[in-house]
């Protein structure tokens, strides 16, 4: 798989503490063990010239308190709370000045966030999706990412997740819907 440079961006879900980080509140293992995948992955778009966005789910302390039904914290637990080690990108990730960090409340990194604008002003048409968790934040970008006619990537092997099957039926959603899905050897910068 080809991708322009010019005109790609690596975008890198959530490897935050609290998800990766064996004292993070969300640990998962699986979540820990993408982190090298995913540098890589954001090493060789680097290399060819593409563009690399983080994103950093980040929960204001009182923000579900008067939801009318989406609320995080019910669901999942206090987590990533803003201004806390949790809501961290964790320091194995090579972050770089012109890299571009989101921080969004919700799954989905487009939603109320500067991602499209900044995408567009930068003449991205191309996203390769990796990071965690599969079946939650990857999955719902990825597919706000093709609702919004960007190509989206899921680089299978740059993944995490909490369960094998949630990973499966994530990638296969994403397959068969919205985008597409490889291993990250497989996307070639050219």
Same mark, same amino acid.
């Given at each position: 798989?080809?991708?322009?440079?010019?005109?790609?961006?690596?975008?890198?879900?959530?490897?935050?503490?609290?998800?990766?980080?064996?004292?993070?509140?969300?640990?998962?293992p699986d979540s820990a063990a993408?982190?090298?995948?995913?540098?890589?992955?954001?090493?060789?778009?680097?290399?060819?010239? =593409?563009?690399? $966005?983080?994103?950093? +789910?980040?929960?204001?302390?009182?923000?579900?308190? *008067?939801? %009318?039904? /989406? #609320?995080? &914290?019910?669901?999942?637990?206090?987590?990533?709370?803003?201004?806390?080690?949790? =809501?961290?990108? $964790?320091?194995?990730? +090579?972050?770089?000045?012109?890299?571009?960090?989101? *921080?969004? %409340?919700? /799954? #989905?990194? &487009?939603?109320?966030?500067?991602?499209?604008?900044?995408?567009?002003?930068?003449?991205?048409?191309?996203?390769?999706?990796?990071?965690?968790?599969?079946?939650?934040?990857?999955?719902?970008?990825?597919?706000?990412?093709?609702?919004?006619?960007?190509?989206?990537?899921?680089?299978?092997?740059?993944?995490?997740?909490?369960?094998?099957?949630?990973?499966?039926?994530?990638?296969?959603?994403?397959?068969?819907?919205?985008?597409?899905?490889?291993?990250?050897?497989?996307?070639?910068?050219?």
């Amino acid at each position: 798989m080809q991708l322009d440079p010019t005109q790609t961006a690596v975008v890198v879900v959530d490897m935050q503490n609290g998800f990766c980080h064996p004292d993070g509140s969300l640990y998962a293992p699986d979540s820990a063990a993408a982190i090298d995948p995913v540098n890589e992955l954001v090493d060789r778009a680097r290399d060819a010239g =593409a563009s690399v $966005v983080f994103t950093r +789910d980040v929960h204001p302390p009182g923000q579900f308190e *008067e939801t %009318h039904y /989406y #609320d995080e &914290f019910e669901r999942w637990g206090e987590h990533v709370v803003e201004g806390t080690w949790e =809501a961290e990108l $964790v320091e194995e990730l +090579d972050l770089r000045a012109d890299d571009l960090v989101v *921080e969004k %409340h919700t /799954y #989905d990194a &487009f939603y109320r966030t500067q991602l499209e604008g900044w995408l567009d002003a930068h003449g991205v048409k191309d996203l390769v999706v990796c990071g965690t968790l599969a079946n939650v934040c990857v999955l719902h970008t990825a597919a706000s990412a093709g609702l919004r006619d960007y190509r989206p990537v899921l680089a299978e092997d740059a993944v995490g997740f909490i369960e094998e099957d949630h990973r499966e039926y994530a990638l296969e959603h994403a397959d068969w819907l919205f985008g597409e899905v490889t291993e990250r050897d497989a996307v070639e910068f050219a």
